[in-house]
C-alpha cells in the first residue's frame, strides 16, 4: 500500500487563487517532500521538510508538516497556468524488509484555468 | 548544463524481446534510481545504486535487470519475462545519502508493439 496519499486527486482552480494539495501518511518518517510533474516530463523537487520541522516555505509555496496527524499540505499561492502539473508527496520510511526507502504517492493533479 | 539525459525518449518492444533503456547523469551523484510509472499510479521503484558495481532490488524488480559500471551511467534492461512492460520509465539521481531529493530524467515510454 502507498505510504503517502494525495487529496484531492483532482483540482481545478481559477489563476490568482491559491490551491491546496493533502498528503497523508501511515508510518514515522524522516523526511517528506513534494516534487511538481508536467505532462510527460521528469519529476523536479520542490520542497523537504524535516520531521522536526513544521513549516517551510520556497517562493509561493508553503508546506506544513503535522507529524500527529502524519499529514502535510502543499500551500501554491496566486497560481499562475503555469503551475499547472501533477503534484506528488514522497515518503521516506523503512519497508518490511528493514531498508529505507521512498515511497511516492498517486499525485494530485492541479489545473489552473487562465 | 547538468543533468540526467534518458534515451531514447520512445521504446517499442516486440514480444520475446530485450531492450535496454539508456540513462547518463553529468550531476557527479552517487545514488541512482529507476522507477516505473503507470496512470493513476504513483511511481514504483524497480532498482537503485548507492555505488559503482552495486544495486539493490526495489518493489518491482522481477523481469528487469540493471548495471552500475560507472558512476555516470545506470542501464535498464527490461526482459522477456516482464509480461506488462508498458509504462512511462523514469531515471533519478541523488546526492551524497541515498533518498535524499532527486532529480529526474525526462524518461522513456515503452510500448509493445
Known amino acids: 500500500s502507498q505510504q503517502g496519499e494525495e487529496d484531492p486527486q483532482a483540482l481545478s482552480i481559477q489563476e490568482g487563487e491559491n490551491a491546496t494539495m493533502n498528503c497523508s501518511y501511515k508510518?514515522?518518517?524522516?523526511?517528506l517532500q513534494w516534487y511538481r510533474q508536467n505532462s510527460g516530463r521528469g519529476l523536479v523537487h520542490l520542497i523537504l521538510?524535516?520531521?522536526?520541522?513544521r513549516e517551510k516555505h520556497s517562493g509561493r509555496l508553503r508546506v506544513t508538516l503535522d507529524t500527529s496527524k502524519k499529514s502535510s499540505s502543499l500551500l501554491i499561492t496566486a497560481s499562475r497556468a503555469a503551475d499547472t502539473a501533477s503534484y506528488f508527496c514522497?515518503?521516506?520510511?523503512?519497508?518490511?524488509?528493514?531498508?529505507?526507502?521512498?515511497?511516492f504517492g498517486i499525485g494530485t493533479k492541479l489545473q489552473v484555468i487562465p | 548544463d547538468g543533468g540526467i539525459t534518458q534515451s531514447p525518449k520512445y521504446l517499442f518492444r516486440k514480444e520475446g524481446q530485450n531492450v535496454t533503456l539508456s540513462c547518463e547523469q553529468n550531476?557527479?551523484?552517487?545514488?541512482m534510481y529507476w522507477y516505473r510509472q503507470d496512470p493513476g499510479q504513483g511511481l514504483r521503484l524497480i532498482y537503485y545504486?548507492?555505488?559503482?558495481?552495486?544495486?539493490q532490488k526495489g518493489d518491482i524488480a522481477e523481469g528487469y535487470s540493471v548495471s552500475r559500471e560507472k558512476k555516470e551511467s545506470f542501464p535498464l534492461t527490461v526482459t522477456s519475462a516482464q509480461k506488462n512492460p508498458t509504462a512511462f520509465y523514469l531515471c533519478?539521481?541523488?546526492?551524497?545519502?541515498?533518498?535524499?531529493?532527486?532529480?529526474f530524467g525526462d524518461g522513456t515510454r515503452l510500448s509493445i508493439l
Open positions: 533519478a539521481s541523488s546526492i551524497g545519502r541515498i533518498w535524499g531529493p532527486q532529480h
Open positions: 508510518t514515522s518518517i524522516n523526511n
Open positions: 521538510i524535516r520531521s522536526n520541522e
Open positions: 514522497a515518503t521516506d520510511g523503512v519497508n518490511s524488509g528493514g531498508y529505507q526507502k521512498v515511497t
Open positions: 550531476l557527479n551523484h552517487d545514488a
Open positions: 545504486s548507492q555505488i559503482v558495481n552495486d544495486f
